[in-house]
């Protein structure tokens, strides 16, 4: 049975978009037939995070209007034979996303076979973010530890216990997980950040995984590299731990403390 995940934020730039392709991957990996969708439309940055921008003939919205078919739309991944990107449109704007369109292409997907459906959503409560949530059977919801990013993801809480379709069908809430995104210990212990308590305490929700702030994120994005392929960066480590959990795993959290520093740094302040 096809899973649907969203992924979304209150807030723009806090790492959606990243954590959308490498949880892809991850399950990808992992041996899951998954397809990972932008519901960007207008803007598309997800075929850039995975590397195949260069691909895209076809796109979201033309498989929506009937101009091609999913399968002329869908981009095969070339490191994972079992992952799919459909890219979004740059040059339709957002009333081009239709309820009907969005199930049907979810539909189709089921019927192909796929495992998971990973809906990188707008940020924010626009169309297109209403309806990447809307058919969603579960949703992690990405923060940054600051007040503005916290407070605007508890509203998009409120919409997924509210305007999805199992809502309406009265099956309750969507199950929920929060994914803490540019986390850094060392400002948490000064004081400068959220810790993950405070943005637990907030937001209620069960943490999914820490992803620890690093420059390897966005270098990886640069080269078109889902940051979880690159082992040896602490947060391409914590989404393989996110996408453990999401299969049910059990894995302590990492990189929630701050490095101390050794005796010749403490001496000479580097």
Do not use: W
Request: some cysteine; hydrophobic content about 45%.
């Amino acid at each position: 049975m096809t899973e649907i995940i969203v992924v979304t934020s209150g807030k723009g730039g806090v790492g959606k978009t990243t954590s959308s392709a490498s949880l892809a991957v991850g399950l990808a990996r992992r041996g899951k037939k998954v397809a990972v969708i932008d519901f960007d439309v207008g803007l598309r940055n997800l075929d850039l995070i995975m590397g195949c921008e260069r691909r895209v003939v076809y796109d979201f919205v033309n498989v929506i209007h009937g101009e091609c078919t999913l399968k002329q739309a869908l981009i095969k991944d070339k490191r994972f034979e079992t992952l799919y990107v459909l890219a979004a449109s740059q040059t339709r704007d957002k009333d081009a996303l239709t309820k009907e369109g969005v199930e049907r292409v979810l539909n189709e997907l089921a019927e192909e076979g796929f495992d998971y459906v990973i809906c990188d959503s707008p940020a924010g409560i626009e169309k297109g973010a209403a309806l990447a949530m809307y058919f969603a059977d579960r949703a992690v919801v990405v923060v940054n530890p600051e007040v503005s990013s916290v407070r605007d993801s508890d509203r998009i809480l409120g919409l997924l216990s509210s305007k999805t379709r199992r809502a309406e069908l009265g099956n309750g809430a969507i199950e929920q997980h929060l994914l803490l995104t540019r986390y850094n210990p060392g400002r948490v212990e000064a004081g400068d950040m959220m810790s993950i308590k405070d943005v637990q305490e907030i937001l209620g929700i069960e943490v999914l995984g820490v992803i620890p702030e690093s420059e390897g994120v966005l270098a990886a994005s640069n080269a078109g590299v889902p940051v979880i392929l690159d082992e040896q960066s602490f947060a391409g480590q914590a989404y393989d731990d996110a996408v453990a959990r999401l299969l049910g795993e059990q894995r302590s959290m990492r990189f929630l403390d701050a490095q101390k520093k050794g005796l010749f740094a403490r001496i000479f302040g580097s």
